[in-house]
């Protein structure tokens, strides 16, 4: 599967944005996704993550309250909603997939086998 991310650019802290990553080459209801950030200078790590179908969710506890994952698997893509974004927020978010029709979310980045090319999120204070 391939993945391609977008949606993310320049905001002040307090701001929204939605992030999305759409999916081709695969069976997209298959797969489990989850989003990673990295930092400048910092290791990637894991924000949130669904199920094949969206009934498990998993989340960073930084971001819990505020960021909320979704997926539309008619579209293929799977969505990153960040609110009340803070300087802190600011990285490289990555979408992730791996085959996976359970429940259980894996929180590291080398479960994930596919990933996008990356979208920068810059929040200003």
């Known amino acids: 599967v391939q993945l391609q991310a977008f949606g993310g650019g320049l905001v002040q802290a307090g701001d929204s944005l939605r992030l999305s990553c759409a999916a081709s080459?695969?069976?997209?209801?298959?797969?489990?996704l989850a989003w990673f950030r990295q930092a400048p200078g910092k290791e990637r790590e894991f924000v949130a993550a669904?199920?094949?179908?969206?009934?498990?969710?998993s989340s960073a506890n930084s971001v819990k309250g505020r960021f909320t994952i979704s997926r539309d698997n008619a579209k293929s893509t799977v969505y990153l909603q960040m609110n009340s974004l803070k300087p802190e927020d600011t990285a490289v978010f990555y979408c992730?997939?791996?085959?996976?029709?359970?429940?259980?979310?894996?929180?590291?980045?080398?479960?994930?086998?596919?990933w996008g090319q990356g979208t920068l999120v810059t929040v200003s204070s």
């Open positions: 992730a997939a791996v085959p996976n029709k359970g429940s259980l979310l894996h929180r590291t980045p080398s479960s994930y086998p596919y």
């Open positions: 669904i199920s094949w179908n969206g009934d498990s969710r």
């Open positions: 080459g695969g069976t997209f209801s298959s797969y489990a």
